[in-house]
């Protein structure tokens, strides 16, 4: 089987090189083209001899994604792309348009496992994960389809990024390797359903990242209904978790809760929270919950969003409510892909 090139690093590429009989600066010029360039063959890499080349062809593949449907939000340019992989399988990224930048949402893997009663992304399970080269080539393909440079990260797309960890890890060293891309680590986030002891060995790597928890209950019996991985690690756990995390890393922990019409939007439920967050290095990040026909939560009203806002504002928390972009185009989790399974009766919709 041909070796998966991308998801190499520049040592394990030049110990690849050199064990093919070539000389060790080959790897610099390969490493640029594949992540700096961000090339998709190897016929691509004109300063390098036809014959080399057609070795490398022999022994590595590179994997890349292949745009099988995009959609672009009429209202704010938010592009949504459902790409295809090597095996067939689909993920989802999504680019929006800030003023800082360009921002993509990547996947970690196909299908998720953690089955958050919210969330489109899980219904099927997980089918598998994405390796290094799978998540950086979200980033390469949507640069090289957009004409832009990505300067933002959200690992917010399909799967639970903790539940695929080294893959992920090796993700982020790529993407921010000043060799590559070279990604500023503090314009990444990643976002977690609350893999607790996952939680603990990402602070010992002391990564400038952002780690986003979403959180979305503040206590165990609402948590554990939307969220059945809160039954293993529950909301007090978590929560000293995420403490050790910004005592271990002194960064700003931002919690996702997103609000569901009468089940976590109600004045306590907001009261429980800022007692339970009380002191911490944190952002609030409300979410007015994107209604998926399958899951039957509906939408916060927003007088209801407001009021959640004004409560905790009120106690002193840093609160946002999350802009709406690409709401005419699925842009939530998983619905894309879910969408086109259904329209090909590859899934059956569940009750
Ligand atoms: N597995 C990770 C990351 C993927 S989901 C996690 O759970 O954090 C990214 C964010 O979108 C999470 O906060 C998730 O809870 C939220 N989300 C999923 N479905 C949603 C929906 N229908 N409406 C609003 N937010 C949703």
Known sequence: ???????????????????????????????????????????????????????????????????????????????KYLFSLHDGEWIESVVMEYKYGHTICVSSQVGCRMGCRFCASTLGGVVRNLSPSEILSQVYAAERDLGVRISHIVMMGMGEPLDNFDNVMKFLELITDENGKNVSMRHISLSTCGLVPRIGELADKKLQLTLSVSLHAPNDRLRSEMMPVNRKWGVSQLIAACRGYTEKTSRRISFEYALVRGKNDTPACAEELASLLKGMLCHINLIPVNEVRETGMRKSTPENVKRFESILAAKGFAVTVRRELGSDIDAACGQLRRRARLEQNVENEKP
């Open 1 to 79: 089987m041909k070796e998966d090139i991308l998801s190499y690093n520049l040592e394990e590429l030049t110990e690849r090189v050199v064990a093919l009989g070539l000389p060790k600066f080959r790897a610099g010029q390969i490493y640029r083209w594949l992540h700096k360039v961000g090339v998709t063959s190897f016929s691509e890499m004109t300063d390098l001899s036809l014959s080399l080349r057609e070795r490398l062809d022999d022994s590595f593949v590179i994997f890349s994604c292949s745009i099988e449907k995009k959609q672009v939000s009429a209202y704010d340019n938010t592009v």
